[in-house]
């Protein structure tokens, strides 16, 4: 096996440059490197898309972090490799590597891939075999890395049963090290094949999904069966790993790796809440999320002013999935304000919700940099907004944007879905009629136009969601429906921008999909597919061909509504809610489409 060192002077002439590594990869400030002499576990944490977004994701600062705590482990890092360098390490005849170490992935204890969005599933494929790894898990034996995967990508696992050993469901803090104490102990002191291994880790931790002690079963329509356990020592239903409800028990990062590049969120995160009190039926967060954790706002002040001095960002970004529902968020705000305004760092709220408080935020942060004021009002009308249980009004919307324009705000960006359930014409007039009227309020106020974007994502009903059962709106459909809101937009002030629908589509079949799609996903991946999350590198052609190839349904996976009454992927996967939850908010949901057919509006 290469060398580190030799792998480290082989790359450097494959790009060209006999240069430090820290010039052009890795060796960023704050990465951490160990003596490999003196570790018992190696770690490398893979994200399945670009090092900018990889880097940008706030999970993989905090599990490196928490991992690298520990004297006697080693977390590393690696992220999917652009298509010319896939390309160039295959011709060189060179593995992936770590970032820290040059290290070939074949050569860490566990590989962690960290899944944000199921149309990066083909990158995770990429990783597996540019680093050497069989990427089908029954072909490694015990000295092969454990393939471990989770995220909000993980919560239907089936798609990728046959490429990932071991699924963490839930929060990874205290998994992700319980697996990593597990698997190394168990390999150093028992001559335990792979197999047994991985049964005694899902035996002492109830969240581990391991597919490979279940087997689906299949009805003559396609329909699932059954899904049988292969082993009856293996708990018949998986868990969701929660960590404390006291959320300071956890630590934040402090000393966060900063890129020598620019990526799109270019500066501290803090989580200041796990979490969300609302229960929107669309929403795969809110229930994958629960319960509600907060910190205290002396531990992220505190938090964000180590981060700052270790790092020299000049903007922190505040998250959580509703950061104004934050208790105590006024008083947050205003130390936030008065320990960095003076540093002449930048503090930003995303993830606002449109309510009463939204009217006295502007205010609030006076003298803070204000580039675009961002809300996720969903749909525009009160009875739609009743069906998805999103319990806003326009008016603290309306008066919102209007204190933002007097405080110096510039440009507001609205986030809205079409295909919902039961959506009709007058819910797509009123998605453009509130960007009007918020342009208007601009004008109305500071005597300009001022710029509103509305973002249209199209709906894809999520496993654990009430929506689950629901399919997905029609490529035709959302097409007629975005050329509808362009059409109907009148000032220039206004652009509405929909999310590409080929890329929905898949998403749906990757999302909704059972252990069959599997072969869909790698047949593509065959083919060609990298990067789908990409337009540049998106081709919906290749996903065509393995669909007609393997005689599969697009429609059946991603468009069919399913009777509740129907086994899903996902069922043996009990993710903070039970099903009898869900079957009644879905119930209640139906109730109401009937109540609003029978109220008219077309």
């Not at 995303?350 to 003298?367: A, D, E, H």
Request: aromatic share 8%; glycine share 6%.
């Amino acid at each position: 096996m290469i060398s580190g060192d030799a792998l480290r002077d082989r790359v450097q002439l494959l790009l060209g440059k006999v240069v430090a590594p820290a010039q052009y990869i890795g060796g960023e400030l704050n990465a951490i490197v160990k003596d490999p002499a003196n570790i018992t576990a190696r770690v490398c944490m893979a994200f399945p898309d670009a090092y900018t977004i990889g880097q940008s994701y706030h999970g993989l600062q905090v599990l490196y972090s928490i991992l690298n705590s520990n004297p006697n482990w080693w977390c590393e890092r690696v992220f999917a490799p652009w298509p010319d360098f896939e390309k160039a390490l295959r011709e060189a005849d060179l593995p992936l590597y770590s970032l820290e170490s040059f290290t070939p992935l074949l050569r860490f204890d566990i590989l962690g891939f960290s899944l944000q969005y199921e149309v990066c599933y083909t990158n995770l494929l990429t990783i597996l075999e540019s680093g050497r790894i069989p990427i089908h898990s029954d072909k490694r034996d015990r000295h092969h890395p454990l393939i471990v995967a989770g995220g909000p990508g993980a919560q239907n696992p089936e798609i990728l049963a046959p490429f990932v050993d071991l699924f963490i469901l839930g929060d990874g803090e205290e998994s992700l090290p319980l697996i990593t104490k597990l698997w190394t102990q168990l390999r150093r002191e028992t001559d335990f094949s792979r197999e047994e291994i991985l049964a005694q880790i899902a035996k002492q931790a109830p969240w581990a999904y391991v597919p490979r002690f279940f087997e689906p079963d299949y009805k003559a329509d396609g329909t699932l069966a059954a899904i049988h356990r292969t082993r009856s020592d293996i708990p018949a239903q998986i868990t969701s790993c929660t960590i404390t409800e006291d959320l300071d028990a956890i630590p934040l990062p402090t000393r966060p790796v900063v890129s020598h590049i620019r990526t799109p969120h270019d500066r501290i995160a803090i989580e200041i809440m796990r979490g969300c009190p609302w229960q929107c039926r669309f929403c795969q967060s809110t229930v994958i999320k629960r319960p509600l954790r907060l910190r205290k706002v002396e531990t992220i002040v505190a938090t964000a002013l180590e981060s700052y001095r270790n790092t020299g960002y000049d903007e922190i970004s505040i998250l959580s999935l509703s950061t104004s529902d934050y208790p105590y968020f006024e008083e947050l705000v205003k130390r936030m304000h008065e320990t960095f305004h003076p540093l002449g760092v930048n503090v930003t709220l995303p993830s606002l919700r449109i309510n009463n408080q939204l009217r006295t935020l502007p205010q609030l942060v006076k003298g803070i940099r204000k580039a675009g004021l961002t809300l996720a009002p969903e749909v525009a009308r009160d009875d739609m907004r009743e069906q998805i249980r999103k319990k806003i009004k326009n008016e603290d919307l309306y008066e919102g944007c209007r204190e933002a324009f007097k405080h110096g705000w510039e440009k507001v960006k609205l986030y809205f879905l079409v295909g919902l359930p039961g959506e009709r014409r007058i819910d797509l007039d009123g998605i453009v009629d509130m960007a009007e009227t918020i342009a208007q309020i601009g004008k109305e106020v500071t005597g300009k136009w001022k710029e509103v974007t509305a973002s249209v994502s199209n709906f894809i009903p999520k496993p654990h969601t009430p929506y689950q059962w629901n399919g997905m709106q029609t490529r035709e459909y959302l097409t007629e429906a975005g050329q509808y809101l362009r059409s109907r937009v009148r000032l220039r002030a206004v652009k509405v921008k929909q999310h590409d629908i080929e890329t929905s589509i898949l998403e749906g079949i990757l999302t909704r999909g059972d252990r069959r799609t599997a072969a869909l996903l790698e047949l593509a991946w065959r083919k060609g597919a990298r990067f789908d999350g990409w337009r540049e590198h998106f081709r919906a052609s290749i996903w065509h061909e393995a669909l007609a190839e393997l005689g599969m349904d697009a429609h059946f996976y991603a468009q069919r509504e399913r009777p509740v009454t129907e086994m899903l992927p996902w069922d043996h996967v009990n993710v903070k809610r039970g099903r009898d939850f869900l079957e009644g908010e879905y119930g209640k949901s139906r109730i109401q489409l009937t109540v609003m057919a029978e109220a008219g509006g077309c």
